[in-house]
């Protein structure tokens, strides 16, 4: 297959390394310049859970004309979604088709607005990834893929992308309700990314603080109702009581703690934010995950002036505000 990966950071990268060495022709499409021409000087560098590997891929920063590729696979951050849906819709051939891998809820339904519903497939990766640098992506935990259509009905193209992740040694099952497989992720995400993001901790090692132990019952429970009031059957109907058993004896950096290390913008709005809108579509209170996105984006700022303005004038900005210019 033909296959552009519209956002190959970390787990973009990888996968589309993967596909690579499986011998499809794989088109990286990524909005970081530097990255981008790392890839094309020297190739991409894709090391860990599956081996150190040197590619050579024709990698963009922007959608090349006439690509028609057979399959686009969306792995940007979700802040960006919209912006790679468009592109997704640029590299495609007429009756070709999209899947959208990304943390939280909402990017199925911006991807089948773009491209409408029957072009688009759902699915969840369980893998974990980090961009080291320019050019240069770890697999740092190999996990399982899920895929399905959105309509529950499985069709040749399913099988077909499952057939390609699985030789490239990415473990991946079919599933009749991928939405409902996203939305289980979806909670694995509420549940600790925002909280490791802005305590800095790491998943066991924040469960081990009694507080934020407590906290993060208080955030499941918000979550629970959201998902009942839903009538969301989860694949796993125990997930949020092995939420708490597996999660002591997982000490992984969640990607949102390592955006805010990074000084980046985090997914939060698809994340506990996009929580909060559901709840509030059903009249249901979430206090604790308002309170958590407030802390987080507050987090998340402070993090991104120390890295990226590091000679902030604050007397500068109170005699702004004294003066009534800010």
Known sequence: MKIAMVGAGAMGGSYGAQLARAGHAVILIDSWQDHVEAINRLGL?????LGDHRLRLDAFTSPPAGLNADLAILFVDTNNTQAGALAVKQVLAPNAYAITCQNGIGNVEILQDVLGHERVLG????????????????????????????????????????????DAG???????????????????????????????????????VPELNTLQDRILEEVAAVTEAKNMALPDPEIM????????????????????????????DAINGALIREARALGIPTPYNEALVALLKGREQSQQRAIHEPEFDYDAWEARIAAGED
Do not use: Y
Request: aromatic letters at 2%; a positive charge; charged letters at 20%.
């Open 123 to 166: 699915g969840s990766s369980m893998c974990s990834a980090a961009r080291q640098g320019p050019g240069h992506v770890t697999l740092t935990h190999l996990d399982k893929t899920s895929i399905g259509e959105i309509d529950g009905v499985e069709r040749a193209r399913t099988q077909a992308l499952a057939a390609a992740l699985n």
């Open 241 to 268: 009581t092995k939420l708490k058993t597996n999660g002591r004896k997982k000490m992984n950096r969640p990607s949102m703690l390592q955006h805010v290390l990074a000084g980046r913008k985090t997914e939060i």
């Open 45 to 49: 560098h894709a090391d860990g859970a």
């Open 170 to 208: 990415l473990p991946t099952s079919i599933v009749p309700d991928i939405m409902a497989t996203i939305w289980q992720k979806f909670i694995v995400n509420c549940a600790f990314n925002a909280l490791c993001a802005t305590t800095g901790l790491r998943s066991g090692e924040m469960m081990r």
